[in-house]
């Protein structure tokens, strides 16, 4: 979704409701006029997201800079051509990093890629540029890399492959138990996105000793000049000066990374100028561009305790709080040995949190959002006070269009999406993830606007057990579709197969073979297990929106089918008909809602009752559907 169209940007006869009316007021009157809410954003951000800037976190960032730099410096001993400059970006450098120094990421300038005479360049749609060397640079790459495969000309050059790869493959080589400046790599380098990321542990210090921290890394191309497709229309409400002093003086460049999500663009025409329209492949020299030094300076611009930066910070711990998790994540049955814990605050702070983060609710999703609202209120009073949690309220409420929708326009270029999926496609897990959070947290929020009195604790309690609760419902009803499926899983691909005319593999084969015919068959069976499991959903679906008619929770977001047919399409359809039949018969016989939230203990009756209900409930709707086909 365009951000344009999430709110309208202020007139000079608008008025922001969020903002004290009468001009600046005395301090006092300010704190007095904060609720319990505000207080509680502000705290969160000071007791808890701000990362102090002690000798410590100094020191772990010098030893991080020192570090990565002699490994740098190696890899350009092995190959002289991947001389590189370390460029600090992201949150750490922002100041909206919270809680710990456990994060850092640079870009990895390319030397020999980034004076102007070094590249051509070509911006086009979606953020991307196409990047082709020089013949200079070009001829410095054959003469000074140590790569095996060096292309014999431009037109066989491929970042990727030629550039790219050896960088990494060298730099995996030379961290490999790597240790100095306090720090120890103990993790092999991953690859993800256009970076890749080290695993390093703190071992000096006192305050963060032991700590691991997680440093990514980027490829870069400097371009030296402003990007021709940035677009920063909507940005009417900052002066001019402002603008003119953050973007175009202090960072008259910019960066091309790795072009991960292969965005569709135009043709382009300087491919076509110097290799002809028989190139095979543009995706071989097309980069994205990247604007993660401007947006540095602009959070430096707001400073530390500026509106927009504390604001981000208040927003990555509401993140954090609100993240759903599987508290069963080794369970696939409900049965009388389940154990789900009850809600209380300090079971969930134990848990771990999931590792790979949401691209729905993901930090530069976040930034973009408070830069674009930034660019509406630019001034500070619209982010002080009891202003702060309207801000945070708005930025929540623009979110979860922006998810629903599955977009969401970067705050630099108007084509770019950054999130991770299509234009209103069909729903995903990770937004469905990011709708609960979100929901989860204007809920809190609008009931914490009417409270009193305040306590911080209170206050985090009560969001952490609203999200625990949430992941409970969430777990409960993912093992009651497990169940059903584990449990009937013959039963099931006979229905398959009537419906399809297809015959399931023998799962008891023991014959293994390689090759094609091996890799064939494990893809012929996972078809058939994601497709039984889409009958097990359509009915928990179906009971719970009969049980639970008021949740506002998605519970269940049904997967897509992974093979279908006008068969197997047909048998969905009247299994749905035949499970809101069965639910709307069972009247007062329904399970109550409240077993979705209770804990269950070795031995609980309640949950072996269920079960027993649903498993004969399912038996014979099954029977039904049978007949039917």
Same mark, same amino acid.
């Given at each position: 979704m365009n951000l344009d169209d999430l709110s309208q940007s202020k007139s000079d006869g608008d008025k922001d409701?969020?903002?004290?009316?009468?001009?600046?007021?005395?301090?006092d009157e300010a704190i007095s006029s904060l609720t319990p809410l505000d207080l509680f954003l502000l705290d969160l951000d000071k007791n808890t997201a701000l990362i102090p800037r002690c000798q410590e976190v100094i020191d772990i960032q010098m030893g991080v800079e020192n570090l990565l730099k002699d490994l740098l410096l190696e890899v350009e001993q092995e190959n002289p051509f991947l001389k590189?400059?370390?460029?600090?970006?992201?949150?750490?450098? *922002?100041?909206?990093?919270?809680?710990?120094?456990?994060?850092?990421?640079?870009?990895?300038q390319l030397d020999n890629f980034s004076e102007p005479r070094d590249i051509q360049y070509e911006e086009l749609a979606g953020a991307s540029v196409i990047v082709i060397p020089s013949q200079s640079s070009f001829d410095k790459l054959r003469n000074l890399s140590t790569y095996?495969?060096?292309?014999?000309?431009?037109?066989?050059?491929?970042?990727?492959?030629?550039?790219?790869g050896p960088f990494y493959e060298i730099l995996r080589e030379k961290e490999s138990g790597y240790e100095g400046y306090g720090l120890r790599v103990i993790e092999g380098l991953t690859k993800h996105g256009p970076a890749c990321s080290l695993k390093l542990q703190w071992i000096g210090g006192e305050r963060y000793s032991g700590l691991k921290i997680g440093v990514d890394l980027s490829l870069a191309v400097k371009i030296n000049f402003s990007s021709s497709t940035m677009n920063l229309k909507h940005c009417t409400e900052i002066p001019a000066d402002v603008m003119q002093k953050i973007i175009s003086d202090s960072v008259p460049y910019f960066f091309a990374v790795s072009d991960y999500k292969g965005t569709n663009c135009p043709s382009s025409n300087l491919l076509k100028d110097h290799l002809g329209d028989s190139h095979p492949n543009e995706y071989f020299f097309r980069l994205r561009c990247s604007q993660s030094c401007l947006e540095q300076a602009l959070f430096q611009h707001f400073g530390p305790e500026g509106g927009p930066t504390v604001c981000l910070r208040i927003l990555k711990m509401l993140r954090d709080i609100s993240t759903i998790v599987d508290l069963a994540p080794h369970e696939f049955l409900l049965n009388a040995n389940t154990r789900l814990p009850n809600t209380e605050f300090q079971d969930y702070l134990g848990l771990d949190l999931p590792e790979g983060s949401n691209g729905y609710f993901s930090s530069y999703a976040l930034?973009?959002?408070?830069?674009? *609202?930034?660019?509406?209120?630019?001034?500070?009073?619209y982010w002080s006070g009891s202003c702060m949690s309207d801000r945070v309220s708005r930025l929540l409420d623009q979110l979860l269009l922006c998810v629903k929708h599955g977009g969401m326009r970067s705050f630099f270029y108007s084509d770019y999406n950054v999130l991770p999926g299509d234009f209103d496609e069909e729903m995903s897990g990770g937004q469905a993830t990011a709708i609960n959070s979100i929901t989860i947290l204007q809920h809190w929020m609008t009931s914490k606007r009417n409270d009193t009195d305040y306590n911080f604790n209170d206050c985090l309690q009560s969001v952490t057990e609203d999200s625990r609760l949430a992941s409970h419902k969430i777990t409960f009803t993912n093992l009651s579709c497990l169940t059903l499926s584990n449990t009937f899983r013959r039963e099931l691909e006979l229905v398959i197969s009537k419906a399809t005319g297809?015959?399931?593999?023998?799962?008891?084969?023991t014959r293994q073979r390689n090759g094609p015919f091996s890799t064939n068959r494990n893809q012929f069976l996972l078809s058939f297990t994601?497709?039984?499991?889409?009958?097990?959903?359509?009915y928990i679906q179906a009971l719970v929106k009969k049980v639970a008619s008021k949740e506002k929770l998605i519970l269940l977001n049904p997967r897509k089918c992974f093979v279908s047919n006008e068969g197997y399409t047909r048998a969905l359809d009247l299994f749905k008909e035949v499970a809101v039949t069965r639910m709307n018969s069972l009247?007062?016989?329904?399970?109550?809602?409240?077993?979705?939230?209770?804990?269950f203990k070795p031995g609980d009756k309640g949950i072996a009752n269920f079960v027993k209900f649903l498993s004969d409930i399912f038996r014979e709707d099954l029977q039904i559907l049978q007949s039917k086909l």
């Open positions: 409701d969020s903002v004290l009316s009468g001009g600046s007021i005395h301090k590189t400059t370390l460029i600090n970006s992201g949150s750490f450098y *922002e100041d909206t990093k919270v809680e710990k120094p456990n994060e850092f990421d640079y870009l990895v095996k495969d060096v292309p014999r000309s431009i037109s066989h050059f491929q970042w990727k492959t030629h550039v790219k930034k973009t959002l408070v830069l674009a *609202e930034w660019s509406r209120y630019p001034e500070k009073k297809i015959e399931p593999l023998d799962r008891n084969k994601l497709n039984q499991i889409c009958f097990c959903e359509i009247g007062d016989n329904l399970p109550n809602y409240n077993i979705w939230t209770k804990e």
